[in-house]
DNA sequence: ATTAGCACTCTTTGTGTTTGAGTGCTAAGC
DNA sequence: GCTTAGCACTCAAACACAAAGAGTGCTAAT
């Protein structure tokens, strides 16, 4: 059954006005705004309608009406005007964004941490490969003569390394012969792989340095692991507070162990199969106890294979359009910034304007 | 001007009870604590008097006493008993502490997420360096045609990478002698020593590949700076909530932005020249901000020249024998953890056995 | 020196009472 | 027919006021 043009409306404006003033909303407020030619009266058979419909309730009669997630979903898919971004929001948003980001965790971290900041709400962001990483290359160095450095090349272009102690004098040519070893045997595996029966076959092979090859076996699977495995971050948890619906610190402290937890690990997975930005609204989340909160969150490439994901977690009543506006902006400026060539070896030329219109 | 026994084990069973409940103690209170054989009346006129000398405050006339920031003082350095860890608590901490922790950013994460675990409060950790790293050696690895691994043994036998893309076709014997030349210029430095002129007399000596060490250099700088630097972790501030003081979310919120903040910056620098465990009782903090909070804090040891420190924040009226208690348990473990020799390329007896009486 | 006793203070708690926002419905108006 | 003015009704929030209770300081007795 479609909307008439008129009930749209109202339920328009009592959304954006609830989420304005977190307080229900009346039929007078509604009448107040402009270009509302009716009256009280009309307003409130309309809202009656609304109710029975399910896209409003009333927390009790004599209250005003509060959106349901109903209503909710109706604002987010068709309601809600764009919020178009100023030129500062954008540009502090690119400014933010274009110091440089070194390994992917701190990254996320960094990225987390700027969506909060934007949005003022608790931000997540995570990123994960879309395949499983494999090893390209093993090399070791002799540092000194008791200690060896690892060094992993991975299929994904990054790279590891471990600082071995050496449990006896090895000597040069026996580091080489594993090198080898663990270049013939050991790249191209996932960590499935690493089997008892393959330690042992590489550690024969190895011979007289075979007794490092638990260590190495040991750390390659933990960085292929960490590689493999989505990697999040959560950042600004504290910002729910300054939402009046969490002034409850018994509440707050609900959803904020919920955050610090890994009901939000599922959010990525989520993401993975879809595309453009996400809404999830109360009782469409993931988590039981995310049932009054809403979820915003969108993609982003990072290249190398890999995949990002930033989200924010707030009340149902957040500003949906300001953020979804913020989240695609971030989400955009991000891939832009991972498919710019690493600024390499370029003599020159460190800066370079950003300016965008 | 001493106290007299009697006045100290009122202020105690005050301070004890205060802890406990976080309600004001009336003298009432106090006479029904086991082994205090005076009347309410005598406990009345000590507490006047302790509360003229400073030790105690009462809200208003008709509440009951509630410890001074001078009676903290007293009950932390002299009055509190000492506080036993049970077989659980040390087991529980030995535990947590046993997973290996790999980078040292990574460490202190997890460090300080067991800290707040374990005490039940805001935690915060960090690690500074004593002296200054340098580089060792440098050593450039081919990894493609287009790109080469840099890697960066430090003094502190940690160990950086970096891939760097070629900007041409690069020769393997471009690449040695451009490694010859960082190690003969490089190495032994600090980031101040990367001059202009330095950099146009590296770039010179290495010729063909001259293109590179831009990017070599500041990367490097990077990393001595990095551990140069103090890096710290803070973790669980939303326990903070847990707290009756903080129920209210105006004052939780701005400690908990102040935690989140770099105000938390300077204790690290305060622990520097401190040893054992350091209480600053609310007004004795650094940051104006935490007038109403204390810190515990304790140092410990990580080797490599590093030096590790961790603590937690939270009311005054927190219990200041348990929270130094477990802080200095948890000091003690890490200490010990680090001073293991790093469990190396012993073929087997990866497990020790760890139970101590 | 200690303590019982008591008047006094001031917060907390409980209880009606009032207020006011907002509603649903009916009847009049366009 | 839709719209709107009007009105009785509901119910949370705000207020005022009283009573309760915890704790004190002081005095006088032990």
């Keep these: 059954m479609e909307l008439t043009e008129r009930k749209k409306k109202v339920l328009r404006s009592v959304v954006d006005l609830y989420i304005r003033t977190a307080e229900p909303v009346g039929s007078k407020a509604i009448t107040e705004l402009p270009d509302m030619k009716y009256s009280s009266a009309t307003i409130r058979n309309e809202m009656a309608e609304l109710t029975t419909m399910g896209y409003l309730e009333q927390p009790h009669t004599s209250a ?4 349901a997630a109903a ?4 604002y987010v898919d068709e309601l809600m005007a764009d919020y178009r971004l100023s030129l500062d929001e954008t540009q502090s948003i690119n400014i933010a964004i274009e110091e440089k980001m070194q390994r992917v965790d701190k990254m996320l ?3 987390a941490k700027l969506v909060s900041q934007a949005t003022d709400l608790p931000a997540i962001s995570a990123a994960s490969r879309h395949g499983s990483t494999t090893v390209r290359r093993f090399e070791l160095i002799a540092a000194d003569v008791s200690s060896v450095i690892l060094v992993i090349m991975l ?7 471990k600082v071995i102690k050496l449990p006896v004098q090895t000597l040069q040519s026996d580091l080489q012969v594993l090198s080898a070893v663990l270049n013939a045997t050991m790249t191209g595996l996932t960590p499935d792989d690493f089997t008892a029966d393959l330690l042992e076959r590489v550690m024969n092979a190895a011979g007289a340095a075979g007794a490092l090859v638990p260590v ?3 750390f390659t699977a933990e960085v292929l692991r960490g590689h493999g495995s989505t990697n999040m971050a959560v950042a600004g948890q504290m910002r729910l507070l300054g939402q009046p619906e969490y002034r409850d610190v018994d509440k707050a402290q609900k959803i904020m162990s919920t955050l610090d937890e890994e009901a ?8 993975q199969n879809q595309n453009g930005t996400k809404v999830l609204v109360g009782p469409e989340n993931v988590a039981q106890e995310l049932k009054d909160t809403s979820v915003v969150m969108t993609k982003f490439d990072i290249g190398d294979g890999m995949q990002g994901m930033i989200g924010v977690v707030g009340p149902t009543r957040m500003d949906y359009a300001k953020v979804t506006a913020r989240l695609s902006y971030f989400a955009e400026s991000l891939s832009k910034m991972f498919a710019k060539p690493e600024q390499a070896a370029l003599p020159q030329s460190a ?3 950003h300016k965008e219109a």
């Design 64 to 67: 005003g009406r509060v959106p």
């Design 155 to 161: 299929s994904d272009e990054q790279v590891a390394n």
């Design 71 to 74: 209503g909710y979903r109706l």
């Design 351 to 353: 800066e370079e304007p």
């Design 216 to 218: 190495i076996m040991e």
């Design 264 to 271: 939000l690990s599922n959010l990525p997975a989520i993401m």
């Design 109 to 111: 971290e960094k990225v």
